[in-house]
T-cell receptor, first 113, second 109 residues
Framework: DGGITQSPKYLFRKEGQNVTLSCEQNLNHDAMYWYRQDPGQGLRLIYY???????QKGDIAEGYSVSREKKESFPLTVTSAQKNPTAFYLC????????????FGSGTRLTVV | GQNIDQPTEMTATEGAIVQINCTYQ??????LFWYQQHAGEAPTFLSYNVLDGLEEKGRFSSFLSRSKGYSYLLLKELQMKDSASYLC??????????WGAGTKLIIKP
């Protein structure tokens, strides 16, 4: 079955460490997105990519980095420069056709300890 | 700025009907989505409206008025499994999704 896979589901990081969240899709979608979700707030866009080897900053890109070397993969690195990284991170993909909306991964909950 | 407003929380009774409202002010409009999200899980697609009017899909219906910047999601014959957050999102002129904070729906027996 086609879908989008995020791993790990739970991640603990010590302060000052970088950590990478994985996102893989086999839906043949061109566009991929990373969102951050905090309690009581809407999804906030971190980075997005509409094509391989190209990506754009979203609203809250500071302290994060991404790569898009393959169509299927869009990993997110949370760097030590991100001051408040504890959150629920969601990866999504879309064909680009508006009515189809986005397909989401199951999310990664990152906690800084 | 861009803004999407939804009530923070609503409570309804099993078997009843509930309407969740969403108002928006965005730079351009290319459609409005409703998603359902159970706690700790990914959002799942419910509906998409781009023209004014009501779209019905089983127990769920979604309405759009572009002139009023307004949408609602109507849930009928509520079941306990409908307890979740409901997210309203608008596709703006750059085809980026702008998200509301979500409405937490609590269903009581």
């Amino acid at each position: 079955d086609g879908g989008i896979t995020q791993s790990p589901k739970y991640l603990f990081r010590k302060e000052g460490q970088n950590v990478t969240l994985s996102c893989e899709q086999n839906l043949n979608h061109d566009a991929m997105y990373w969102y951050r979700q905090d309690p009581g707030q809407g999804l906030r866009l971190i980075y997005y990519s509409q094509i391989v080897n190209d990506f754009q900053k979203g609203d809250i890109a500071e302290g994060y980095s991404v790569s898009r070397e393959k169509k299927e993969s869009f990993p997110l690195t949370v760097t030590s420069a991100q001051k408040n990284p504890t959150a629920f991170y969601l990866c999504a993909s879309s064909k680009g056709a508006e009515a189809d909306g986005y397909t989401f991964g199951s999310g990664t909950r990152l906690t800084v300890v | 700025g861009q803004n999407i407003d939804q009530p923070t929380e609503m409570t309804a009774t099993e078997g009843a009907i509930v309407q969740i409202n969403c108002t928006y002010q965005t730079s351009g409009f290319n459609g409005l989505f409703w998603y359902q999200q159970h706690a700790g899980e990914a959002p799942t697609f419910l509906s998409y409206n781009v023209l004014d009017g009501l779209e019905e899909k089983g127990r769920f219906s979604s309405f759009l008025s572009r002139s009023k910047g307004y949408s609602y999601l109507l849930l009928k014959e509520l079941q306990m499994k409908d307890s979740a957050s409901y997210l309203c999102a608008v596709l703006d002129s750059n085809y980026q999704l702008i998200w509301g904070a979500g409405t937490k729906l609590i269903i009581k027996p």
